[in-house]
Structures are given as C-alpha cells and as structure tokens.
C-alpha cells in the first residue's frame, strides 16, 4: 500500500467514526430537570407535559426519576390508565428513589406515580420515542399494553398507519443534515490537507 491509499483509508475510517459518533450518542434525561419527581406545584401544573415537549427522545435514551422513595414512585402504565389515572395495574413499577427506565422501542410511554391521587394532581408523564428513521408510531389505542422497556410489537398491519413526520421528526431530521453538513466539512478540510501534503 502506498502513502495515498493508507490516508484514503484513515479518511473514510475517520468520517465513519465522525458519523458513527454523531448519530448514535444517547442520552439519561432526568425527568423534569431540576425538579424532582413528584406532584407539580400549582404555578406549574403541566412541569411534565412541558418537559416532555421540549425534548426529543430517542432508542437507546433513558429517563432517570428521582424522588424520597418513602414518598413517591414510578408506574409505567397504559394509555388508558394514563388517561383515567387508573394505577391499580401498572405494567411496570419502580420505587427505589432513583429508578431509570430504558427506551429500547418506539412508541409512546406513559407514567404517572403509584401514590393515590399523585396522577389526579397531574404527576403524569407522556413521551413518545419515534423510529429510528424519525417517524412516530401512532399511540396504541386498542388496549395493547406497552411491555417493559417496551412500547408497540412491530405492527401486525401490512400497511401500518403512520403519522406523517412531525415538527419534531423534521427538526431532528435537520440536524441530521447540520451533521452531514459538519462530516462533509470534515471530509473537504482532510481532503484539502492530504492534496497539499502531496505536492
Ligand atoms: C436500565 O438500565 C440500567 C443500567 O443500564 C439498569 O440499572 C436499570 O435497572 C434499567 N432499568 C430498567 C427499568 O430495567
């Protein structure tokens, strides 16, 4: 191998990685940010619901709760239960004060706490985690409970119904476009530098 091969190969080795490294990165959002989890004050009823649409979850993301757990927990539960604040059967419940749920599918996660009333007092959390590709599944509204760590099976439907890209689908799908953007940068600086180092 000569001299221009070997760099040719460090570039494209290079660019993989850069590109490799931007896409994949995941993120623990703690829940709420500062505040902890618990029942939202009255000056900030939806803390949640606001949190939750300003960020933009991803496969691979995680959500840390924290609370006293002598006072509070998590229940992930159905789209049903989140709506009728029924928490009597969650599909999954956390109370050890620092409980991390993992975001391994996409679909939409309900939460709320497993102390009585705390959901009427609006400690509820939706978030929904789109597809790999950036388009959200539609919400499961049969009743199909969402597993652990999981959301909707992939769809029995030959033509499953999507939702077409979302602001959030769109401005994610720009900063794709910021990245590539930077890597292709990248690309022209080395390829730059390689061609003067050749002459
Ligand atoms: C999520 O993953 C972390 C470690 O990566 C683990 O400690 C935690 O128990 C997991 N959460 C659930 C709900 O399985």
Redo the contacts with the bound molecule.
């Keep these: 191998m000569n001299s221009p091969q070997i760099s040719t190969a460090f570039l494209a080795l290079f660019l993989l990685l850069l590109i490799q490294t931007q896409t994949s990165l995941s993120y623990q959002y703690k829940v709420g940010d500062l505040d902890s989890w618990g029942v939202p004050p009255p000056s900030n009823k939806h803390v949640y619901s606001y949190w939750s649409q300003r960020h933009h979850f991803q496969i691979g993301d995680?959500l840390l709760f924290l609370y006293p757990p002598s006072q509070d927990s998590v229940i992930q539960v159905t789209m049903q239960a989140f709506n009728s604040c029924s928490i009597s059967d969650p599909i999954?419940k956390?109370s050890d004060g620092n409980?991390?749920?993992?975001i391994t599918k996409p679909g939409t996660y309900y939460f709320t706490s497993g102390v009585p009333a705390h959901c009427q007092k609006n400690q509820k959390l939706e978030v929904a985690v789109p597809m790999a590709n950036g388009i959200f599944l539609p919400p499961a509204g049969d009743g199909a409970a969402a597993g652990?760590?999981s959301a909707m099976s992939p769809s029995s439907s030959a033509f499953p119904i999507i939702f077409g890209p979302s602001a959030a689908a769109a401005e994610r799908s720009a900063a794709a476009e910021v990245r590539m953007a930077v890597a292709a940068m990248w690309a022209v600086v080395i390829v730059g530098v390689f061609l003067v180092n050749l002459v």
Aim: proline share 11%.
């Design positions: 995680s999954l956390m409980s991390i749920f993992n652990p760590g």
